[in-house]
């Protein structure tokens, strides 16, 4: 079982939007305000439809530089599984996107879910230190995967 808590190595920033006549402005992450092992080597956006979950799963070695600015909201689920960790058992839900947008910084072996409650197709911005599938897409995906596991404690809601 899992407890609602704090999970050690999670980092939330919220992020701020400068808004001027011409439209608005955010900044999604500065050099100089993220640690160098998890400046960003690639980047992506995906777009989920209103009402569907991505995830839960989790990466062995990458650390996930999530951006939800909108347009939706999405429901993001953390769970730390990691036996080493102080936070060990620890769950923790939250709310980003469009009415609030943030940062979700998520280290390896944390799982990660998140689904779109906005009302509308939304999308996630993602900025992680590792490259998929490795340097010309040669290596093993880095990822463990329990959407399909019916008997998995990691249930997104």
Known sequence: MFNEGPINGVKIVE??????SRGWLMELFRHDEVDNEILPVMGYIS???NGIARGPHEHVAQTDYFCFTGPSSFKV???DKR??????????TLIAGEDNPATVIIPPRVVHAYKN????????LNYPNKLYMGPNKAEE???????DDENSEFKVG
């Open 83 to 92: 036996p080493e960790s102080p936070t060990y058992k620890n769950k923790m």
């Open 117 to 124: 409650i906005g009302g509308k197709d939304g999308m996630v």
């Open 77 to 79: 689920f953390l769970w």
């Open 15 to 20: 992020l701020k939007k400068f808004t001027d």
């Open 47 to 49: 777009m989920t439809q």
């Open 141 to 147: 995906v880095d990822e463990v995967r329990y959407e």
